[in-house]
């Protein structure tokens, strides 16, 4: 993913490589429920670890709603935040 890609950015890409999305199809609301529902329980786990002012759901969190408030460092030179 480019530099500076929006998560929305990186859910379009994601669902293109899967073939939920044909190559010139806008992101479906539906699809983006799904992709929330899926960071919403993958942040409920991640509430498991940590301390409860600030955990790996806070992190999931923040990149998924992009709340910069909460999110940690990503490390540079990654290809998606959410891999």
Known sequence: ???????????????????ELGPDEPMR?????????????????GDLYGDWDHNGGDHIRAVMHQVPDLARDDQPGRDSVCE
């Open 1 to 19: 993913m480019a530099p500076g890609a929006t998560i929305e950015d990186e859910l379009v890409a994601m669902a293109r490589q899967t073939g």
């Open 29 to 45: 609301p539906t699809l983006r429920d799904f992709a929330d529902h899926v960071a919403g329980r993958c942040a409920r786990i």
